[in-house]
């Protein structure tokens, strides 16, 4: 049995891939994600898919992540004290900051507050995220393991759906949490004129409990909604700012720059930043943007064609899978010159890029990331804290780790920062 597969990483081609209207669906590939994410949002195509989005965009509105950045100042400032308290030795980042993001996402999207909840379930969930992607690896690239029945009775299928009841297990027990809170009515809904603080801040998972009661969407569909945004809104986030903290150890003059950029807007005050202070920080935002493009949390994206088309004057036929290499993309020379080298110059006001597809961390076109605001505002307050409080400093000047692509970019090696607080 043949079958297609044409890997792209021209900005022109990917133009055309990310634009199209119809070819929306996720590649082969994603299918192995089924069971743990159902029809949710990343993996489901066509009318579905439309129905999903329009149910779940409001839980992005501009008012609704202004209430959010109240709870980011929280895990914020409880991030600075835990890392105040390493004393400036070196620390392994990774699994602080996944703590950091699970617990951010758990309370803004999810409702649930989970602070310092180091239970048993906790941790097991955060240790079953890392381990499922791994194990879908192994079966992507064992063909024999692509059939079900095959894959059930391998030592690695039945791993994978030991780890998968951890997985639905939190996620359900999230989902009962909040459905009883929002049956007994404490959750009061947000209006579109609502001033921050004069109402509880409405989780993405309220509107999904709301479209319950129209008949919009079952208990199935909410579990693979929260499944997919409890994975995609901590793990992507999480990655992005471990890799951005050991860029920014290295570079003591983007530390310096975005510290008297913090100051200027804050007017050197210590008060939390507002959405419109993120907004004016301009360098920051550049520094984010060259973290993404040298560490894409997603590295690459696969698409189902579903209807022939032509690209670049080649004829892609329906049932060819196109391969989307976001990393390889924002490391070509000719897009970005000196394109292993960090510098947040190359997205500062004035600058342009040679191509708008150049450069798509978030995806783009009918599927782009639905979170993309939330995830620029987490860090954003998450750096400028950081920044705020500590200088970076590697354990070891110019180290990189080796990095491994499951569904998401992964150091293989421990990245070590220290954290030594300003005076």
């Not at 150049?358 to 076109?365: C, Q």
Request: net charge neutral; glycine share 4%.
């Amino acid at each position: 049995m043949k079958h297609r597969v044409l890997h792209i990483i021209r900005p022109s081609d990917i133009e055309v891939v990310m634009s199209h209207s119809k070819n929306i669906s996720k590649s082969l590939v994603y299918e192995f994600l089924k069971d743990w994410l159902g029809n949710g949002l990343l993996l489901s195509t066509g009318a579905h898919w439309h129905k999903r989005r329009k149910i779940l965009t409001p839980a992005f509105h501009f008012n609704i992540l202004k209430n959010f950045l109240t709870v980011m100042d929280e895990k914020n400032r409880e991030l600075v004290s835990l890392l105040k308290e390493k004393k400036g030795a070196a620390v392994d980042i990774v699994p602080i900051i996944s703590d950091f993001t699970l617990f951010t996402i758990c309370e803004t999207a999810m409702g649930t507050k989970l602070d310092n909840d180091q239970s048993e379930a906790t941790v097991a969930y955060k240790d079953a995220i890392v381990h499922i992607g791994l194990l879908i690896l192994i079966r992507v690239t064992k063909i024999w393991m692509w059939t079900e029945f095959v894959f059930k009775n391998t030592a690695t299928g039945k791993q994978f759906y030991k780890i998968l009841d951890t997985v639905r297990s939190f996620a359900d027990n999230v989902i009962k949490d909040r459905k009883a809170q929002f049956k007994q009515n404490k959750i009061a809904e947000v209006s579109a004129d609502t001033d921050v603080g004069t109402k509880r801040r409405l989780a993405m998972l309220d509107l999904l409990l709301e479209a319950e009661g129209k008949g919009e969407i079952d208990i199935e569909g909410i579990r693979d909604e929260v499944n997919t945004f409890m994975f995609e809104g901590h793990d992507t986030t999480a990655i992005a700012i471990t890799f951005g903290l050991m860029l920014l150890a290295d570079h003591e003059d983007v530390q310096d720059r975005i510290y008297w950029e913090l100051q200027s807007v804050l007017n050197n005050t210590d008060r939390s930043p507002t959405m419109s202070d993120l907004a004016d920080m301009k360098y920051m935002e550049a520094v984010i943007k060259e973290i993404l493009r040298l560490y894409p949390s997603v590295p690459f994206i696969g698409r189902q064609i579903d209807e022939d088309f032509v690209l670049d004057g080649l004829l892609v036929k329906a049932g060819t899978t196109i391969d989307m290499h976001i990393y390889e993309l924002h490391h070509r020379e000719d897009l970005f010159p000196d394109a292993e080298a960090f510098k947040p110059e190359r997205f500062l006001p004035g600058s342009e890029l040679k191509h708008p597809f150049s450069y798509v961390p978030f995806s783009a076109g009918p599927r782009n990331c639905i979170g993309q605001r939330f995830a620029m505002q987490e860090l954003k307050s998450a750096f400028c804290e950081i920044i705020r409080n500590f200088r970076l400093e590697p354990k070891v000047k110019g180290a990189r780790p080796r990095v491994i692509a499951d569904l998401v970019m992964r150091p293989v090696e421990p990245i070590l920062i220290k954290f030594i607080p300003r005076k």
